[in-house]
């Protein structure tokens, strides 16, 4: 088989990173080898099943922190090790092109904080940059920071209120865009009813329950999962009757009445993916130990930063903002 090999050399270096292994936190610099062959936390963790993420940090003490991100869908090895020239890592890939991406950082937290949403301003930003770097934007994705405490079919009343994300979506649909955003098959199993403002909103754990169409064991106890939301069930792919379960809570999120009236959905973790230990006795309590759901970013209201273009209620200027339909005045700079 014929391999592309490319190479850099490294001084002093502390590697973490290349995706979730057993290996040690701080990679090994000398006589190490990491294959990357589409593995996915799968309830079968040894299953191949779909891209790896080929990135690594290498941190540098006072000198900072910089990420290198090798976007190849390839079979690929990476190789850390040292010569008479010093240390090198080095990659071998079976095809494909080597697109990397570099990403400067002081700090290992500024290097890898680039990436997510801290909110729906942050998501109003991004869109209003395109429009400033004439860049055509055909539609914006978004991936789980909408959903509160990472509850499908929910979104944070805080930093995703209902009604910002109507604007939000008016805004994209009023210049010619769409708006899509995440959906995962895995339903949290904690309470559920307990969207702060929201109450009786958010019942997707109790319909699944009631429907009996979640994936199940021979003695019919629910198959359990830690994912983003922290312990949960899954409903049934084989079961006919899930089909049903689907098209009313996707009625009901995707309501123009009450819910977000958005133009597609993007189905991710489908596999299913599951963080749980491999016995999983206590899917809960592993997503606790895990910090499932994560915690999330402070809320900025309103926006910190200008977003041109888009109305004076997402300005920094603006004095007041709607949360659970109550007006409530606030310091502009807050």
């Known amino acids: 088989m014929l391999f592309d090999t490319t190479g850099q050399k490294l001084q002093d270096p502390n590697i973490y990173g290349f995706g979730e292994n057993s290996d040690s936190l701080r990679l090994p610099t000398t006589g190490y080898s990491h294959p990357f062959w589409n593995v996915g936390p799968s309830f079968l963790p040894e299953g191949n099943l779909y891209g790896t993420f080929k990135a690594y940090y290498d941190h540098r003490g006072a000198n900072g922190t910089h990420a290198v991100y090798h976007l190849n869908s390839n079979g690929e090895r990476v190789i850390l090790d040292g010569d008479d020239q010093g240390q090198y890592l080095e990659y071998n ?13 002081a700090t290992p937290r500024e290097a890898s904080a680039q990436y997510g949403l801290l909110d729906i301003f942050e998501a109003a930003e991004i869109i209003a940059n395109y429009s400033v770097a ?22 944070d009343p805080d930093r995703w209120a209902i009604e910002r994300v109507r604007e939000y979506v008016d805004y994209l649909h009023l210049h010619q865009q769409k708006a899509v955003f995440i959906i995962e098959p895995a339903i949290p199993t904690q309470p559920r009813d307990s969207i702060p403002g929201r109450p009786g909103t958010y019942t997707a754990y109790e319909d699944l329950v009631q429907s009996n169409v979640f994936f199940k064991f021979p003695n019919g106890t629910a198959v359990p999962g830690v994912v983003w939301g922290g312990g949960s069930i899954y409903p049934d792919w084989f079961n006919p009757a899930t089909q049903d379960y689907w098209n009313e809570e996707f009625a009901k999120f995707l309501s123009a009445e ?3 009236d958005i133009d597609g959905l993007w189905i991710d973790m489908n596999e299913a993916a599951n963080f749980c230990n491999p016995t999983c006795r206590n899917a809960t309590l592993d997503g606790i130990h895990q910090e499932r759901p994560e915690r999330v970013p402070a809320v900025r209201i309103p926006s910190p930063y200008e977003i041109p273009g888009w109305p004076e209620n ?5 004095v007041c903002y709607t949360r659970f339909n109550v007006a409530v005045e606030v310091n502009g700079d807050v």
């Not at 890939?93 to 950082?105: I, K, L, P």
């Open 258 to 260: 009450s819910g977000i």
């Open 93 to 105: 890939t079976n095809g494909g092109v080597f697109d990397f991406y570099f990403v400067t950082g």
């Open 314 to 318: 997402w300005q920094p200027t603006c």
């Open 134 to 155: 004439e860049i055509p934007l055909e539609t914006m994705w978004t991936d789980i920071e909408h959903m509160y405490r990472k509850q499908t079919f929910s979104s």
